[in-house]
Antibody, heavy 122, light 110 residues
Framework: EVQLVESGGGLVKPGGSLRLSCAAS????????VNWVRQAPGRGLEWVSS????????YYADSVKGRFTISRDNAKSSLFLQMNSLRDEDTAVYYC???????????????WGQGTLVTVSS | QSALTQPASVSGSPGQSITISCTGT?????????VSWYQQHPGKAPKVMIY???LRPSGLSNRFSGSKSGNTASLTISGLQAEDEADYYC??????????FGGGTKLTVL
């Protein structure tokens, strides 16, 4: 069974940092691009970042570029998001999501984690 | 402001059909066949319903179908059921921003 389990969320002050993790199981993690998608309370979905199978291709939304860093460890089937210089507007549930296509991204997400809540507040 | 435009809400009675539109530009919806649709129930993670404009994941009901014309994609749900009541989001690959979502549409089954 495919599973994605996020962790690392919590309360942080503006300007602070947080590192999210996503533990994958039930599939060959190294064969899929993976993404972070967030959802602010009561709001819609916002794509945050994606990383290809071998980390050669990394993309960010303009809203987080220069502040967030995505990475992965294929040996440990894990995805990470280092979030620096956090702002109030980064408050959201952060989901880890797998691209639905083997090897190269087709930009749809067939498996999602349950999400981890990040709250940025003083 | 969301990159793709969806109606805020749609409604229909059980058994009826509804269509949700998703309007973008030639740089996203109109330029690529990488349009997807997601269903999200309150407090749950999104679930993919349609990908590559028209394709359904294995095992998904054929009551859900997708299409595209120009810069506008559409999700049609036929034979509405109470469990279809949820929020629906479209998404598309975007040449400038990698992936963009619509603002979401709340479907109410009357």
């Amino acid at each position: 069974e495919v599973q994605l389990v996020e962790s690392g969320g919590g309360l942080v002050k503006p300007g602070g940092s947080l590192r999210l993790s996503c533990a994958a199981s039930g599939f060959t993690f190294s064969g899929y691009s993976v993404n972070w998608v967030r959802q602010a309370p009561g709001r819609g979905l916002e794509w945050v970042s994606s990383i290809s199978t071998t980390s050669d291709y990394i993309y960010y939304a303009d809203s987080v570029k220069g502040r967030f860093t995505i990475s992965r460890d294929n040996a440990k089937s894990s995805l990470f998001l280092q979030m620096n210089s956090l702002r109030d507007e980064d408050t959201a549930v952060y989901y880890c999501a797998r691209d639905g296509n083997w090897n190269y991204a087709k930009y749809y997400f067939d498996y999602w984690g349950q999400g981890t809540l990040v709250t940025v507040s003083s | 402001q969301s990159a793709l435009t969806q109606p805020a809400s749609v409604s229909g009675s059980p058994g009826q059909s509804i269509t949700i539109s998703c309007t973008g530009t030639s740089s996203d919806v109109g330029g690529y066949n990488f349009v997807s649709w997601y269903q999200q129930h309150p407090g749950k993670a999104p679930k993919v319903m349609i990908y590559d404009v028209t394709l359904r994941p294995s095992g998904l009901s054929n009551r859900f179908s997708g299409s595209k014309s120009g810069n506008t994609a559409s999700l049609t749900i036929s034979g509405l059921q109470a469990e279809d009541e949820a929020d629906y989001y479209c998404s598309s690959y975007s040449r400038s921003r990698s992936l963009v979502f619509g603002g979401g549409t709340k479907l109410t089954v009357l």
